[in-house]
């Protein structure tokens, strides 16, 4: 069968470029590498959702995590394996094009994982994601960590930097019930809570956390000097899981844990 084209192919070989290895891009990942590293020990086998051109995986598998990268687009997938192979990481990172919503039907082949994580709002392009929870509370055992990362809800941000622009309609975007179509494809901006609730039949809250509550959106940063960059930054790493932050951030990052 021939995998269906995927948006995200188009932005394979630049997004590194677009978004990785700019000031903020930089910034936000370590600020999530600190609670990956934290969160799965060497040796551990980790399952990862939407993983782009792989620099999560890489980071991983260089202090020895093994990870299983899947993404629905297919040169995303190549751009990580082409990555893992210029690293000499290719024996610890294995990446397969793999959709959430053929996740369950892969899970047998994948094999068994001591957690799983997703960043940068891939989950955010799910079709639906209570068949993801399902899926991931079938593939973890009990006592499992899932770290997600998703694009915010309410994101205040956003509002100031449209509604200066005078551009109401994208101010508030997320809010719409059926979520904003890009590229053809639907993205959908679930509230904290309702992302926790789908979740918990099979997990239990852990820690919450912003990223870009300070910081803003990575199309508003050529806005923002690096310096004031540099000092949102420490400010945001600082009280990151304060109450009401994670709600109110252009990403939520979520530790939760297999029931
Ligand atoms: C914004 S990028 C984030 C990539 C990566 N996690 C990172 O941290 O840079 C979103 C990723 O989700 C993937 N994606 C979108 N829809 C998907 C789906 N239905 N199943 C699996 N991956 C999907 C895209 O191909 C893309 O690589």
Redesign the pocket.
Known sequence: MIAAA?P??A??AT?DED??RTDLGRRL?SA?WRHLDATFAPGARVL??????G??ALHLASRGVRVVA????GE?VAETVRKAGAANLSHLVEARR????ELDAAGPSLGTFDGAF?????LN???ALPPVAEALGRLLPSGAPLLL?VMGRWVPWEWAFYLRRGDGARAFRRLRRDGTVWRG?TVRYPSPGRLLRTFSPWFLRRRLAALGVFLPPSYAASSVSPSTLARLDRWERRIESAPLLPRLADHTLFVLERR
């Open positions: 995927s995200f192919d932005l394979a997004y978004f990785t990942r999530v990862e959702l939407g993983c782009g051109t620099e999560d899947t993404d629905a687009s995303m793999v959709p959430f919503e997703s960043n940068f709002g891939a392009c799910a079709a990362v494809l």
